[in-house]
Antibody, heavy 119, light 110 residues
């Protein structure tokens, strides 16, 4: 079955960087686009970024554009999110989610990893 | 900037039917937005209920259905049960790779 496992979360100071990873299994990783979605404590879901199946197309929410970079390694079935210049408002649980093949929406979700930006 | 709108809260009686909606601050939702719906209980990852307007995700009971109603996407829950009480989110695809989530609806079953 589809499995997505996020890692790399933790506590980081404002202005510093952090790199999240998402390990995928149970499906042909190189055939699917993948989303990052986050959820601040007590808040709703926020779409963060998307990368196409082959990594050629990348899209970002305005709130993270220029600071976050999404990438993937299809040889290792892994997805990454490099987060630079972190702010307090980036504090959230970050989920990776496999996209619906024929549509656009996140379909299968990981369990998430918590990022806390605090001094 | 386009905002995706959802009712902040809704109430339904056990066994009853409720329809949650997902709209746009400007314009109408169509199937081209691939509206999708998620259920989330506290401390858990979202669970996909409906994607691409009306396709039920694997294992989702047919009490949950998706549609377009007027100018909004809709999630209808029939035969509401106590464990349906949680948060529901919709997401719309805006094109150019961008997706936007609604603010979520807190459903109470009482």
């Amino acid at each position: 079955q589809v499995q997505l496992v996020e890692s790399g979360g933790g506590v980081v100071q404002p202005g510093r960087s952090l790199r999240l990873s998402c390990a995928a299994s149970g499906f042909t990783f190189s055939s699917y686009g993948i989303h990052w979605v986050r959820q601040a404590p007590g808040k709703g879901l926020e779409w963060v970024a998307f990368i196409s199946y082959d990594g050629t197309n990348k899209y970002y929410a305005d709130s993270v554009k220029g600071r976050f970079t999404i990438s993937r390694d299809n040889s290792k079935n892994t997805l990454s999110l490099q987060m630079n210049s972190l702010r307090a408002e980036d504090t959230a649980v970050y989920y990776c989610a496999k996209r619906d093949y024929y549509g656009a929406a996140p379909l299968d979700w990981g369990q998430g990893t918590l990022v806390t930006v605090s001094s | 900037q386009t905002v995706v709108t959802q009712e902040p809260s809704f109430s339904v009686s056990p066994g009853g039917t409720v329809t949650l909606t997902c709209g746009l601050s400007s314009g109408s939702v169509s199937t081209s937005y691939y509206p999708s719906w998620y259920q989330q209980t506290p401390g858990q990852a979202p669970r996909t209920l409906i994607y691409s307007t009306n396709t039920r995700s694997s294992g989702v009971p047919d009490r949950f259905s998706g549609s377009i109603l007027g100018n909004k996407a809709a999630l209808t829950i029939t035969g509401a049960q106590a464990d349906d009480e949680c948060d529901y989110y919709c997401v719309l695809y805006m094109g150019s790779g961008i997706s936007v989530f609604g603010g979520g609806t807190k459903l109470t079953v009482l």
